[in-house]
Every structure is written in C-alpha cells, then in structure tokens.
C-alpha cells in the first residue's frame, strides 16, 4: 500500500493500470488526483484562529484502482456555535494544484515513465514509441539464443532446431527476389508445433527480441527482412503437413508451412474433385499467402485471399496467448470478422499455426489465346467478356515485350505474334458449356480487332499454352542477357488499366529500360518486370516502381494487388489509404503488440512517410 497526494492505491497489480490506459486517460486521471489532492489540502491547512488541524480517517480496503481519503473537521462546537471560519489563502493551494496538473499531463503525454516513479511499480520504465520500439542488446540476444537453446532441448548446436549457421541467416534475411534493403536476423528457429511458437514468443518478449515470421520465401517486398538491430525468424517449413480434410464440407484443416500447390496435388491423388483456388507464384505456401493478402490469375473466378477462403485461423499473439479466430462453419455473423484482421498484416499481429481454408471443386477448363492491335482494345474486350457473365477462370493480358521473350526463351513449342495478347481459361460443367463459352468470346473480341483466336484442341495443348504465360519470370529475363529483374504489381479500377499500362510503358521507354507487362486484366491487377544489369539501371527500375504507383494510386487503385507491403510499398499507405485509416492501422498494432517486437519496420509507414518531399 502506499499513499502519494493523498491517493490510496488498493495494491501493487492494480497501480499498473496506468501502463494499460492511452495518455488521454492518464492525463485525466492523473489530473483528477490533483484536483482532489487540492480539496484534501483547503480541508486540512489549520486556521489561522489556532483552530485544531484537520486529520484524516483511515480507508477501509478497497478493489478500486485508488481511493481519496477525505479529511473530516473536528470544529464541530457542542454548545451550537458554528465553528470558526478559515481565512486561509487559497493561492499556493491552487499553485501547488496546476503544477501536479502539469506533471500528471507530462506523465501521461510521454512514453518513457520517469525513473523517480519507479517506486510505483508501474512497469518498466521505457515503454516503445510509435516508431522506434525498444530492443534488447547483443547481450539479451545471446541470453535468448542460449535459452532457445534450453527450451527446445538443442544443447547440441547441429539438430537444427535452433540455427545461428550464416548462410541460414543470409537465406532468411535476404531475398534474391526483390531489391529492398535488408539485415540478417540473429537466429532461425523451426518449430513444429503450436506450442513451440508460444515458447518463441515468450523468450523473445523476455528479452526484447524482433521476431519475424517465414513461410515460403517468395515474397517480393521484403516482407521477411531481418531487422537492423537482429531478432528471431520463425521459420515455418517443419509445420507442413494437412490435419484434415472434410471431403463433404469442402474445407481442410492445415498447418501454415504447406504450399497450395501440394494440397492440390494431394487432394487430387486422393481422387477429392476439390481444389484450393488462390494461385500465387510456384513455393507460396498458406501462412505467407493469408499474411500477404494474395490471389493470382483465379482471382477473376475466385477472387483474393480477403474473400472467404480462410475460414478462421490459430494464431499466437504477441502476448504469447493463442486464439482462434472462429468455429469452422462456411459463414458466421457472430462479431468483429477476427481472422481478416490477420489477413494482409503480414506478421505484424501475430504468428499462424493453424488454418482451416474453404475448397471449391474441380471444373472442365481449356485455354484459348488471341492477338490485339493494342492494349486499350484488349481491356476493352475483357470488359465486355466479363459482363456477359459466360465461364472465364482467368484472362490474362500480356504485352508484346512478353511475347517476343516468350519467342526467346524457346521453352514454349509454338511461335507466337509478337503483338498484345489475352490468355484465357474458360471453365463450365461440360465440354458443351466451354465450347459454347469461346464460341461467345469469340464474337465478342472480333469486334474490338482481335486476330488469331486459338482454342488448344486436347488437354495437353491446353497445358502447355497456360505454361507459356505461367513463365512470365524466366521467360521475360531472356529479352537483356544477364539481366536482373525487378518485379512490381499494381492495380486499378479495370476502365482504368488501358490508361495506366499506356502511361507506364511510354514512362519506361523514356528512362531507357526494357520491361514485360502482364496482367489478371479481369481484375485491373497487372505485374511489370524492369531489367537492369548495372546499379544505374536499378536506380532508374526504382525510379519506374515509384511512379507507377504513384499513377495508379491517381487513377483509384493501389499499390499492391497482391505481392503485400512488406519494405517496399509501406510509404505510399498515406497516399492510398488517408492519414486517418492508417492511424487507424498503427493503434492496433500498438493494442496487440505494444513492444512492437512482431515484423519491425513493415506494412505501417513511418510518420515521417507522411510528406512525399521525404520519401
């Protein structure tokens, strides 16, 4: 128990409140105090007519988090005669009443609790900024590595579990995808359970440790860089494996570290005519797909992982405690939609272990081709395609740079018009609902000046032609020998996607850089790759990313569609989003993660990010 201004605290835990309130409330809390710390003081100063002083009664104990002890005047005359009257001035009281205001603003304004009220038992005495969270020191990362070491039984360094091995950290703090800068992690850890994570969290929080999840590996944004000052990956590929599979609800239960395209397969040799639809690159797998919010050239059938594909998820939080998101019925209307919230926030809220993701079943599909004389012809007749509502699973546009390396990089079996082209995938139920589906795409693209219109006769050809437009990467390096390549997406309303490719393609030819464009036009989404060979071209590449998103961003689009955030996009949020929803976004990474030790550094902007001019 102790007493400051006259505020009895009922205990120790309950003064740690104060650490749990925003600074608004502290402030009026603190402020509070003071006010009645004045009243306290008026009633107990002695008169100056030798009066008795004012004493105070003892409080009984009490739950509530502090309680005002009141004084009571023992002026009372018995022989009916009013007590005197007290002539004291009131002007050091309200002096002394402003100040502790002053202070209780200050405390409460600040991050950082003054070391003077240590005594308090408030916490510690530093608590993270917005921006510049507090980590341990080398020292601590040691102590954690050391304990990691304990907790998983790994007092042999080569089991693996818990790795410091360097080209382990190069792998997991550096991508050869991407661009961005990035700084090698202290420690690779490989759990295999829930549980496991839950250790992680909590020696990471005990020592003030980044921790940074990893799935495939594939992102593009630097959404698994290491942090500057080090920290704990996660690595997930050891939680791989599919815990259920409810053939008649369409749904499977699975850990986060298997990819897509292994449920695919396997649900296919176990003869389930069912399938998972979001298809992002080749080595994608389930936790870093739901992180990034993905989708890939189905999106125009199926849609993105922010529709209804991820039922609920497992997730530990950064309080170490583990929470599932929702019951696995197809739909609920019980609440806040907790599992979007873990949706696109690519590790920043908490680690996934568990998922249980919808399926949806196999249809008849084929593959047609067909050339334009421009791409603003080609979205036009996507528009028109879309709106007929026939059965098109995905339609993508790839520009005549892509399909001249196309022509290069010789994998393909077919030369290909080194003009603007549209792949199609066309699905129905029977082979009669596909035929008759190109035969009404057909008719419509002619009208906007297509030529060539291919439909692949058997299901081989039908393969191989998709396989053409699935190695946009590979084949797209063979157009600069010795190339780099840096690969970007935005997205924009579909009306507007002639507009932005027109405008972006003219941009790149005048900085002097050879590209590929290719796009889920049905969605507005489209993915240019920028070669470079030299640090003069790169910088031009970054130069390109810029201002292609900035133009996306003018036409009402993003500038992501589906690669995520991660390093590379976060600056433009404010422009996108709005000061407010991004404010928005940060208040609840502080809510779940106060310490701000889940993925540092990505998805939220700094504030300095505010003002382009400091971009």
């Not at 998972?276 to 080749?282: A, Y």
């Not at 997406?489 to 405008?503: F, Q």
Request: aromatic share 8%; hydrophobic share 35%.
């Amino acid at each position: 128990m102790c007493h400051l201004f006259g505020v009895r605290y009922s205990s120790h835990d309950h003064a740690r409140f104060l650490l749990t309130e925003t600074p608004t409330l502290v402030n009026i809390k603190f402020s509070l105090s003071c006010v009645m710390f004045r009243s306290r003081l008026l009633r107990a100063i002695p008169s100056r007519s030798g009066g008795n002083t004012s004493t105070h009664r003892v409080l009984r104990p009490s739950f509530r988090p502090f309680e005002f002890a009141v004084p009571r005047s023992r002026h009372a005359s018995t022989s009916g005669t009013s007590a005197p009257s007290r002539t004291t001035s009131s002007f050091p009281v309200l002096l002394g009443a402003l100040t502790c205001a002053l202070i209780g603003y200050t405390i409460g304004s600040s991050t950082t609790l003054p070391s003077s009220l240590a005594f308090l038992g408030l916490g510690r005495q530093q608590v993270p900024t917005d921006d510049e969270p507090i980590y341990g020191t080398p020292a601590d990362f040691q102590k954690a590595i050391q304990e990691l070491r304990q907790a998983f039984s790994d007092g042999d360094q080569n089991s693996g579990i818990v790795s410091t091995d360097p080209e382990d950290l190069r792998v997991h703090g550096f991508s050869e995808n991407d661009y961005h800068p990035g700084a090698l992690h202290t420690v690779v850890v490989y759990p295999t359970s829930t549980e496991d994570v839950v250790k992680i969290v909590k020696i990471a929080t005990k020592y003030r440790m980044p921790i940074t999840p990893f799935s495939g590996g594939t992102s593009l944004e630097g959404n698994y860089r290491g942090h500057a000052t080090g920290g704990i990956c996660v690595d997930m590929s050891n939680m791989d494996k599919i815990l259920e599979i409810h053939e008649q609800d369409s749904d499977i239960v699975c850990q986060p570290g298997v990819g897509w395209m292994e449920i695919n397969e396997t649900l296919q040799k176990k003869g389930i005519p069912l399938f998972f639809p979001l298809d992002p690159g080749p080595g994608a797998t389930i936790g870093g797909m739901m992180s990034t919010g993905c989708s890939g050239t189905n999106a125009v059938r199926y849609g993105t992982a922010k529709g209804e594909w991820f039922l609920n998820a497992t997730v530990v939080l950064p309080s170490g405690e583990v929470i599932k998101t929702r019951q696995r019925a197809r739909k609920s209307s019980a609440g806040f939609d907790v599992t979007k919230l873990f949706i696109g926030a690519e590790g920043t809220l908490g680690i996934i272990t568990e998922v249980t993701i919808r399926l949806t079943p196999v249809l008849p599909t084929t593959v047609a081709v067909v050339q334009f004389p421009n791409v603003k012809k080609a979205t036009e007749a996507v528009i028109d395609v879309m709106n007929r509502g026939v059965g098109i699973q995905c339609v993508e546009l790839c520009d005549s740079e892509f399909m001249r390396s196309t022509n290069l990089f010789g994998a393909s079996e077919r030369t290909y018009p080194e003009v603007d082209s549209l792949f199609f995938k066309f699905q129905g139920p029977t082979q009669a609902s596909i035929k008759e589906t190109a035969h009404i795409v057909k008719e419509i693209v002619k009208r906007h000046g297509a030529t060539g219109f291919e439909l692949a006769r058997n299901e081989k050809e039908a393969k191989d032609l998709w396989a053409d437009r699935k190695n946009a990467l590979y084949s797209g390096l063979a157009l600069l020998e010795g190339s780099r390549g840096w690969s970007t997406d935005v997205c924009v309303p579909v009306s507007r996607l002639p507009d932005l490719v027109y405008e972006t393609k003219q941009d790149i030819q005048q900085l002097g850089l050879v590209s590929t464009i290719v796009g889920h036009v049905g969605d507005g989404n489209f993915h240019a790759l920028l070669l470079f060979q030299n640090d003069v071209q790169l910088a031009k590449a970054r130069e390109a990313v810029h201002r292609m998103v900035e133009r996306a961003i003018r036409m009402e689009g993003t500038c992501t569609g589906e690669h995520g955030v991660g390093i590379g996009k976060r600056e433009y949020l404010y422009s996108e989003l709005g000061q407010g929803t991004v404010d928005l976004m940060r208040s609840i990474k502080k809510t779940i993660d106060p310490l701000g030790l889940f993925n540092p550094g990505k998805l939220y902007p700094d504030k300095s990010m505010k003002n382009p001019e400091k971009r």
